[in-house]
């Protein structure tokens, strides 16, 4: 798998994750419909499977994987949220995206 199709594997897998937890928060804490948990259910269930897709062991793909939420998370925190990041998210995050990369891409023996 190429480097630039892990990556956006894995911020696809990201957003379906985020997605899918925070449309229950909305019901749960925001008032919203319950009639969310079913686009929620269904974004948690893509997120499993879009993380089933890496071609790598599993354990180093959800350490990898963290690094990439992250920056995601401090994405959505300005898209949906309307935060805008401090410099220190926007640090943590490329930290996060480093440690990533370190761990997808490294040279590996056989």
């Known amino acids: 798998m190429t480097e630039l199709k892990t ?12 997605a899918g937890c ?13 009639w969310l ?3 929620g259910t269904l974004s ?3 997120f499993v499977w879009l993380l089933s897709l890496h071609p790598t062991a599993a354990g180093r793909v959800y350490a ?3 690094g990439v939420y992250i920056c995601m998370a401090i994405l959505w925190l300005w898209t949906v949220n309307g935060i805008r990041p401090t410099m220190w998210d926007i640090v943590g995050s490329v930290v996060a995206l480093l440690g990533m990369a370190i761990i997808m891409f490294a040279p590996r023996g056989a």
């Not at 990556?7 to 985020?18: M, P, Y």
């Not at 019901?27 to 319950?34: D, M, Q």
């Open 7 to 18: 990556v956006g594997l894995f911020a696809l897998t990201a957003l379906a994750e985020i």
């Open 22 to 34: 925070y449309l229950p928060y909305l019901w749960l804490r925001e008032g919203k419909s319950i």
């Open 37 to 39: 948990l079913i686009p």
């Open 44 to 46: 948690l269930v893509a």
């Open 64 to 66: 990898a994987y963290g």
